[in-house]
């Protein structure tokens, strides 16, 4: 019987095979973005969860609470950890290690030439107690063999094909940065991608212990300085309760740091691994947090576009439904159950639907690598060795085949042999007229939210990338600095001072607006009361001013120095400390760091120094020659190629033992945005193929609609109805269909996209003009999908017709 529903359902198929071709491509279609969001959510989901104690393990975070707000950092001081383990014996594992990212290494090959290579990301200080907490696998070496001796490094097995390829890497030396010969000891398996830990270049952090400084140059067992960079780990006892340790905790605080600013209470909190990845308010090592409200977005979309292909079914199922009555008839005459109706049906159905499956896996193999590339994730995709594809392949093709195909096979299975075997089976009879207008507004409604909520997300990355930040971004290169001794820079400046297509140059802590923040607390004395606040600290030399083309409101430019002697403050600070106007700030005295009364000279504009997520800060511009570590270029464009070449040239005479990098800020400013960039992709595509899947559903619905009311035309067309007169007819429902959908859609779009604004401090308002936009949008591919096939039935001769009446 089964075998019989089968043959009958292909030979149904075939003989239909505009409304078989409609239903798979749309179906394939749908299944093909749920399967892609299958796969990036799953992915996103896994981040860390392979580690057998997930469930005990805690990353220290930083939390200071003071008069401007809350700040959350997720990194901790050095040396936290060994007070940790001192102070809490009861806590089974602590460590520590600091994630300096990127460094110089020089590999000297069997001939004795040096390579060297320079790596931005992937360089860890670590401890061999990590790995008792975390499982990471081991191909060679162990943690307490490889990791406990200062000056020793691990490298991945990725590093070891670039620096050894083909030559066994253990106790061969590396040098970092042209001052550390490490001697490799063990090698391990890469990092999984699904990792918040990208590390590739393991050194030991009893190299660090070894000098008495951090990677970044500071007092390893100083307090005072609280760097991202720097993670603390904690591993709780199997009955450990973090929220009794977090109890305990400011009494610890109490114990090591002086609190000299009363109005700041800092505040250590555990916050859970699993919770690491999608905790924007952190961030991580791979700088990458996914919210959890995203990915369920991400989610709803793939379910969205399911749902809108199964009313694409459901809609020319019901409308063939009189087509189909005669069959009906004939079979229950013959004495067909209405059980078995409703089988063959669904059998129709799962084939369908099993074919879109199929395809959809096909589509999936040619499309992901392409849209992971484009996003810039590393998922793969394996059809026939990830066992959750074929899990989640079959659950689609259930719930695919019951939602589509069970109202139709009820529908058409309840009808009576008398009425259906005269012909008298209507619309009505079908059910069909008012569920097909209810499904088609429910496809309307979701394809008009993702366009609503794409032109929302496109409006604001183009608002982020046309506002005027306060500086000039166009054609400023930023080269880092090795180092700063006073003795390279002048000869650097020396050599580019006057060169042709540089137009100014300057060296500081970073460029005007980076990635790298560095905020510290100051006082500030009004007269009535001694106000204590934190700033973002710029310190830079005379040239940053005028490199970045910064407006000055009031006082002047540094003047030139190496060490900190006055500031130059922007309007955020003047209103921060309540002066009434920029001219009046000059000559204020800030008391910063030890005690040091430092004059206010100069007051700027106000200018983005972070990403446009974040409100304007108050910020201290200051020189400080030891903390330069990036040059600033104001070039020429005409000529760039052969300026950064001169400007290579003259810094590989000063550093020659280094390798050239060079950046363009405005590719800074561009990595701020990131994730809303691949979101606006997302948004984009899965709104193009909800759109290309709804205009084929409307165009095969009007197109059963012509031919069912082919007569009706051409009596209308007999008694003097025009074309437009036709036009008007078939397009009246369907506009008022959109419009109702639009209701619908429209506060649904705007409560979702109003929410996603709230991300950014500085944004676009969601106005009447995205509506009108969408709504005409959508009136427009109806019309235009309406429209052809209203035509085509507009313009048949009549005789055709009418001859058979």
Known sequence: MIKNYFKTALRKLSRNKSYTLINVLGLSLGITCALMIFLIVRFELTFDDFHSKKNRLYRVNTDRTHPDGMLYDFGTQSPLAPALRTDFPDIEKVTVCEYTRSGLITITDAKGTPKKFQENDGLVYIEPEFFEMFDFEWVNGSPSASLSEPNTVVLTEEMVTKYFPGEDPIGRVVRLDNVRDLKVTGVMKNFPTNSDFPFKILVSYATLRSIGKTGSGFD??????????????????????????????????????????PAEVRVYHLQPLSTIHYDT?????????????????????????????????????????????????????????????????????????????????????LLFSKLTGALELKVIFHPFTDSMVPVFLLAVIGFVTFLS????????????????????????????????????????????????????????MQFLRQMDLGFNKEAIVTVPLPTNEKIKLESLRAQLTNAPGIKDFSFGYSGATSGNRWTSNFRYNDGKEIQKHNADIKTADDHFIPTYNLTLLAGRNLSPSDTVKEFVVNEAMVRKLGIATPQDAIGKIINFWAGADIPIVGVVKDFNMNSLH????????TSRIETYYEASFKIT???????????????????????????????TIRDFYKQEEKASNLFRIFSGIAIFIGSMGLFGLISFIATQRTKEIG???????????????????????????????????????????????????????????????????????????AIRAATANPVDALKYE
């Not at 069959?327 to 089988?343: C, N, P, S």
């Not at 209507?426 to 207008?437: P, Q, V, Y």
């Not at 974040?614 to 511009?621: A, G, N, R, T």
């Not at 779009?749 to 950014?760: E, H, K, P, T």
């Open 715 to 789: 009596v209308r067309k007999v008694l003097g109805a025009g074309v437009s007169d036709i036009l008007i007819m078939f397009g009246k429902e369907f506009v008022q269909l959109v419009v109702i959908a639009f209701v619908f859609a429209a506060p649904i779009a705007y409560y979702v996209m109003n929410g996603w604004l709230q991300d950014f401090a500085y944004r676009i308002s969601i106005g009447p003009g995205v509506f009108i936009t969408s709504i005409t949008f959508t009136l427009a591919i109806a019309a235009l999908t309406v429209g052809y096939r």
């Open 614 to 621: 974040e409100s304007m800060s108050p910020c201290l511009i």
């Open 281 to 365: 308010r952190y961030g991580n090592f791979s700088d990458r947090t996914t919210s959890v409200s995203s990915l369920w977005a991400l989610a709803i979309i793939g379910i969205f576009l399911i749902v809108t292909a199964c009313i694409n079914f459901i809609n020319l199922a019901t409308a063939q439904a009189v087509t189909r009555s005669r069959e009906v008839g004939v079979r229950k005459v013959l004495g067909a159950q209405r059980t078995q109706l409703i089988g063959q049906l669904l059998g129709e159905t799962f084939i369908i639907t099993s074919l879109a499956a199929i395809a959809s896996v096909v589509l999936t193999e």
């Open 637 to 667: 464009m005409n000529s760039s190629h052969d300026v950064i070449a001169q400007i290579e040239k003259a810094w590989n005479n000063v550093y020659p033992e280094y390798v050239f990098e060079y950046h363009f800020i405005d590719e």
């Open 220 to 261: 390893i067992t100083s307090w005072n300085n609280t760097s991202s960079n720097v993670n603390t780990f904690v591993l709780l006892n199997e009955n450990g309760s973090p929220s009794e340790l977090e109890g305990r905790f400011p009494e610890f605080v109490s114990k090591y740091f002086k609190n000299d600013n």
């Open 405 to 460: 195909g069970l109202y139709p096979a009820f529908v058409l299975s309840r009808f009576q042999p008398a009425v259906a075997l005269k012909g008298k089976i209507t619309s009505n009879h079908s059910g069909g007229i008012f569920l097909r207008k209810g499904l088609v507004v429910m496809q309307f409604a979701i394809t008009q939210t993702l366009i609503i909520g794409t032109f929302v997300v496109m409006m604001q």
